[in-house]
């Protein structure tokens, strides 16, 4: 099982890069995901209403599906990744300094389907909040 699920991990991640509405199958009724500035909430409405909004905001995402890292216990399974891309109107990230284009996945397992996708990741992709950058370096 392990195997299989690591799979659709890899699968979850190329229909993101792809904008492909598939991704929907990946899922339970009830799915949860939690994602910064988003907040949390459940349901496939729900994914598909933070797909369209994430789409407004990026004009491309990729990530390095071959060099994912895997961790797992139980019907959990922990992804680190990198991630790059632009933004809608073209800015690219990451920028190497402050953003570095890492992030975190807790994808929860019921069977071969996600119930719960938790992603964390700095969405200041751009490093636009210059008010924290500030107050952080």
């Known amino acids: 099982m392990s195997a299989r699920r690591r799979e659709i991990v890899r699968q ?3 229909y993101v890069d792809a904008g492909d509405g598939r ?4 899922y339970t009724d009830d799915v949860e995901l939690l994602f910064p ?7 496939k409405e729900a994914m598909r209403r933070f ?3 994430m789409g407004a905001m990026l004009g491309k995402l990729e ?5 994912l890292a895997f961790v797992e ?7 680190e990744g990198r991630e790059w891309g632009e933004m809608a109107d073209g800015t690219p990230f990451p920028d190497g300094d402050i953003s570095q284009g890492l ?35």
């Open 63 to 67: 990530h390095d599906i071959d060099a």
């Open 103 to 137: 992030f975190c996945n807790v994808f929860e397992f019921e069977g071969e389907l996600i119930k719960a996708v938790r992603v964390y990741v700095d969405p200041d992709f751009t490093s636009a909040d210059q008010s924290t950058i500030r107050a952080l370096r």
């Open 37 to 43: 500035k988003f907040g949390r909430t459940r349901g």
């Open 12 to 14: 979850y991640f190329r």
């Open 73 to 79: 216990a139980g019907d959990t399974i922990v992804v």
């Open 23 to 26: 991704i929907m199958d990946l």
């Open 51 to 53: 797909g369209a909004r």
